[in-house]
C-alpha cells in the first residue's frame, strides 16, 4: 500500500470516529444501534420482524442514494434499474450456475457500476428536471427488457429454490434473525463508507457542485467526472441492496425490484429524512417504511386505489414546500435555537 | 510574462463581446480593466478562465497556450477567480467554503482544514469559521469568496467587481486586505471594477475597454487623462473640455 501508518491511522479515523459530530447525536446513534441489536430477541412477530428488515433495507437504499440525490443535488429517479441489477445477477447466478450467494454481490455491483457509467457521461449533459427524467426513462427501459428477454424469466421472474435445510452458503436459514443480523451488517458497513465519504475529498467537492457549479469548477473540480463517479458508487450501493433481496424474499419479477414506485419510494425516503444529511435517510426509511406497511395492511385491497399514493404525494409537497432539508432539518434548526 | 492574450475575439451569434484583444500581465503585476457597461470585461474574464470557449485568439499562462481549456484545468494550473454578483455556496460553512478550495492542492482533509483556517485568519474571519455564509452580510461573503480563490494556492488571482455593492469603508478594508495578501503571498491581480476611486488606488497599469474593443492602456494618471476613455465614460461632449 502506498499509505503510510499515519495515513492508514487516519483512514481508519475518517471511517469510524463520528467526533466531529454533536453528543447528543453520538448517544442517538449508539441507543438505535442497541434497539436494531436487541429488537429480533424483543419482538416475537414475524410481521414486525418484517417490518424491521424492509427498515433496515430501504435505510440501506436511502444511504447509498444520499450520495447522488443529497449530497450531489442531482434528483435520481432511477436507482430501481441498480436494485434489479443486484437482485437479478444474484438470483440467475444462484439458479443457473449454483453459485453461492456470497460470490454473486460483486458482479451485480460491477454490472450496475459499468451500466451507469456507460449511460452517465450523456446523462449528465442535463440538469434538473431533466436529468430527473432521463434517469427515470433508463431506468423504465431496463425493467421493460427484463420484462420483455426470456433469459431473464421475463414477467414471471426468477423463483430462488428453496433448499431442504438451512444453508449458509446459499444465504438460508431457519429462522429470520439470520437476515435480521445480515441486512444490519450490510447497512452499518454502508453507513461506515458514509461516514468517510462525507469527510472525504469528493464529499466536499460534490458538496461544492450541488450547491454551485460554476463556483466548483473555478476551484478545479472537475463537475462532469465528480458527478459520473458519484452515480458510479450510488448505483453499486443499490446493487448490493438488491442482491440481498433476492435471497431474502427468494422470488423476484422486474414489478418486484424494478418499478418506478421503488425508485420514487428511495428518493422519498432521504427527501423526507433529510437530504444530504449523514442521519436523514435512516429517519425518513424508519417513518416511511413502517407507515407503508401498516398503510398496506390497513387499506387492504383499497390500497391498489391508490390512497397510499395520496398520502405519499401530500408529505411528498410539504416537504418540498416547507422542509426541503427534511426532518432532519427540522432537528438543525431546532438545535441552534437552543 | 504570466499571462498573454493575443488577439482574442469572442462572438455570441452575431454580437461581438470582444474584438482582438490582446494584453498582456507580468508576474507580480496588478492589473486594473475598467470600462462602461458592456464593454466585454466579464466575457474577456470568462474566455481566460475557461466558461466560454474564445471564438479566435490565444490565451498563454506561463508561456503554456491554455485558449479554450475547461474552468477546472485553469484553476489547477494556477489561476483563480471570484465571480461578479458573487457565487457562494450556502450549504457549507465559511471554513468548509474556503476547505473546498484548499482540496484543489490536496487530497488531505486536516491539511485542507489547516489552510482554510490560516487563510480565514488573514482575513479576520476566524470568528465566523462554523456559521452559513448567507447568514452573513455582502461585504463579508466577498471576503470569503476572496479566500475560497486563494486556497487553490493561485498565480493569478482574477477579482470580477470585487468591490461592487460595498460601502467606501468596507472598499477600503477590501484594498487593506488585497495589498496585505499581495505583500504576503506571489501574487499576480487581475481585476475589473466600476468603483473607480477602487482600481485606480490599487492597480498600477490600467486597461480600458469599450463596446468590446480595448481603448487604452497605461498608469491609471495617465489613462484618466486620454480623451478616448473620458469618451466612452462620458460621450463625446465631454471629451474635449
Known amino acids: 500500500m502506498a499509505y503510510s501508518d499515519g495515513k492508514m491511522r487516519q483512514v481508519l479515523k475518517n471511517i469510524f470516529s463520528l467526533e466531529d459530530r454533536p453528543r447528543s447525536e453520538r448517544i442517538g446513534f449508539i441507543i438505535f444501534i442497541v434497539i436494531i441489536l436487541v429488537f429480533p430477541w424483543v419482538v416475537e412477530t414475524s410481521y414486525a420482524r418484517a417490518v424491521m428488515i424492509k427498515f433496515l433495507l430501504f435505510a440501506l437504499f436511502g444511504l447509498g442514494w444520499n450520495l447522488i440525490g443529497g449530497y450531489g443535488g442531482q434528483v435520481d429517479l432511477g436507482q430501481a434499474k441498480n436494485v434489479g441489477f443486484g437482485a437479478y445477477a444474484t438470483a440467475l447466478m444462484m439458479v443457473w450456475w449454483k453459485v453461492p450467494f456470497w460470490i454473486t454481490i460483486l458482479p451485480g455491483m460491477a454490472f450496475a457500476t459499468a451500466e451507469s457509467f456507460a449511460v452517465a457521461y450523456p446523462m449528465f449533459r442535463l440538469r434538473g428536471h431533466y436529468f430527473a427524467i432521463a434517469t427515470l426513462c433508463v431506468a423504465l427501459v431496463w425493467k421493460e427488457l427484463f420484462v420483455f428477454w426470456d433469459w431473464t424469466g421475463g414477467a414471471r421472474g426468477v423463483e430462488i429454490p428453496i433448499r431442504p435445510t438451512p444453508d449458509f452458503a446459499y444465504m438460508q436459514f431457519g429462522s429470520p434473525i439470520y437476515y435480521h443480523y445480515f441486512i444490519f451488517l450490510l447497512f452499518i458497513a454502508q453507513l461506515l463508507f458514509m461516514n468517510w465519504f462525507r469527510k472525504s475529498k469528493l464529499g466536499y467537492q460534490l458538496q461544492a457542485i450541488r450547491d454551485n457549479e460554476e463556483a466548483a469548477a473555478s476551484l478545479g473540480i472537475n463537475v462532469t467526472n465528480t458527478k459520473v463517479i458519484t452515480y458510479c458508487i450510488t448505483a453499486a450501493l443499490g446493487a448490493m441492496g438488491g442482491s440481498f433481496m433476492a435471497a431474502y424474499y427468494l422470488y423476484i419479477d422486474p414489478d418486484f425490484v424494478m418499478p418506478l414506485d421503488l425508485s420514487i419510494l428511495i428518493a422519498m425516503t432521504v427527501m423526507v429524512g433529510g437530504a444530504g444529511s449523514m442521519w436523514g435517510p435512516i429517519l425518513g426509511a424508519a417513518i416511511l417504511i413502517p407507515l407503508d406497511m401498516y398503510l398496506g395492511a390497513w387499506l387492504g385491497a383499497e390500497k391498489r386505489l391508490g390512497i397510499d399514493y395520496m398520502i405519499y404525494a401530500l408529505i411528498m409537497m410539504f416537504i418540498a414546500a416547507r422542509e426541503p432539508k427534511g426532518i432532519w432539518g427540522v432537528f438543525e434548526r431546532m438545535r441552534k435555537r437552543r | ?241
Not at chain 2, 45 to 51: D, E, K, L, M, P
Not at chain 2, 61 to 73: L, N, V, Y
Request: net charge positive; charged share 25%; aromatic share 6%.
Open chain 2, 1 to 241: 510574462m504570466l499571462l498573454e492574450v493575443r488577439n482574442l475575439v469572442k462572438e455570441f451569434g452575431g454580437v461581438v463581446a470582444n474584438a482582438d484583444i490582446s494584453l498582456e500581465i507580468e508576474r507580480g503585476m496588478t492589473v486594473g480593466l475598467i470600462g462602461p457597461n458592456g464593454a466585454g470585461k466579464t466575457t474577456l474574464f470568462n474566455c481566460i478562465a475557461g466558461y466560454y470557449k474564445p471564438t479566435g485568439g490565444k490565451v498563454f499562462f506561463e508561456r503554456k497556450e491554455i485558449t479554450g481549456w475547461p474552468a477546472h484545468r485553469v484553476a489547477k494550473i494556477g489561476i483563480a477567480r471570484t465571480f461578479q454578483g458573487m457565487k457562494i455556496m450556502p450549504n457549507l460553512t465559511v471554513e468548509e467554503n474556503v476547505m473546498v478550495g484548499a482540496f484543489c492542492r490536496t487530497r488531505d482533509r486536516q491539511i485542507a482544514r489547516k489552510k482554510a483556517q490560516e487563510i480565514l485568519e488573514m482575513l479576520d474571519l476566524s470568528q465566523e469559521i462554523n456559521i452559513y455564509p448567507t447568514e452573513l452580510p455582502v461585504a463579508t461573503q466577498k471576503r470569503i469568496e476572496l479566500g475560497r480563490a486563494l486556497a487553490t494556492h493561485p498565480q493569478l488571482l482574477m477579482l470580477d467587481e470585487i468591490a461592487a455593492g460595498l460601502n467606501p469603508i468596507e472598499t477600503k478594508e477590501i484594498i487593506q486586505i488585497l495589498k496585505r495578501m499581495k505583500a504576503e503571498r506571489d501574487l499576480t491581480l487581475f481585476l475589473t471594477e466600476h468603483v473607480m476611486e477602487f482600481v485606480m488606488a490599487i492597480s498600477e497599469v490600467v486597461t480600458v475597454m469599450a463596446a468590446g474593443r480595448k481603448i487604452a492602456e497605461g498608469s491609471p494618471k495617465e489613462v484618466a487623462k486620454q480623451e478616448k476613455v473620458i469618451e466612452a465614460y462620458l460621450g463625446e461632449r465631454y471629451a474635449k473640455g
